[in-house]
Nanobody, 127 residues
Framework: QVQLVESGGDVVQDGGSLKLSCVVR????????LAWFRQVPGKEREVVAT????????DVTSSVKGRFTISRTNAVNTVYLQMIELKPEDTAIYFC????????????????????WGQGTQVTVSS
């Protein structure tokens, strides 16, 4: 059984920073491609950042480019989302997701491509 456990969500002021963590328990972490998604009530879940199984490739959505960075540390089975210069529009529940990759360099952008999900962590940015 694979479990993903996010942490690090908090209430911060406009312009602040946070680092989210997601520990993956079960399975073989090095075989997973990983991503962070976010969702606000009434809207679809959107991809924020994605990283390949090898860790070589990564990408972030345009609205967070230059402010968010995704990374992974295989030794501790953890994927991170470093967020700086946070804005009120970044307020959402943030979810991490994992799937076994078919190509270690490939990035996966769609929620239906992921098999395992965390419970989410709330990020609130106050103006």
């Amino acid at each position: 059984q694979v479990q993903l456990v996010e942490s690090g969500g908090d209430v911060v002021q406009d312009g602040g920073s946070l680092k989210l963590s997601c520990v993956v328990r079960g399975g073989t972490f090095s075989k997973y491609a990983l991503a962070w998604f976010r969702q606000v009530p009434g809207k679809e879940r959107e991809v924020v950042a994605t990283i390949s199984g090898s860790g070589t490739n990564s990408d972030v959505t345009s609205s967070v480019k230059g402010r968010f960075t995704i990374s992974r540390t295989n030794a501790v089975n953890t994927v991170y989302l470093q967020m700086i210069e946070l804005k009120p529009e970044d307020t959402a529940i943030y979810f991490c997701a994992a799937r076994v990759f078919t190509n270690s360099l490939r990035l996966y952008y769609y929620s239906n491509e992921y098999d395992f999900w965390g419970q989410g962590t709330q990020v609130t940015v106050s103006s």
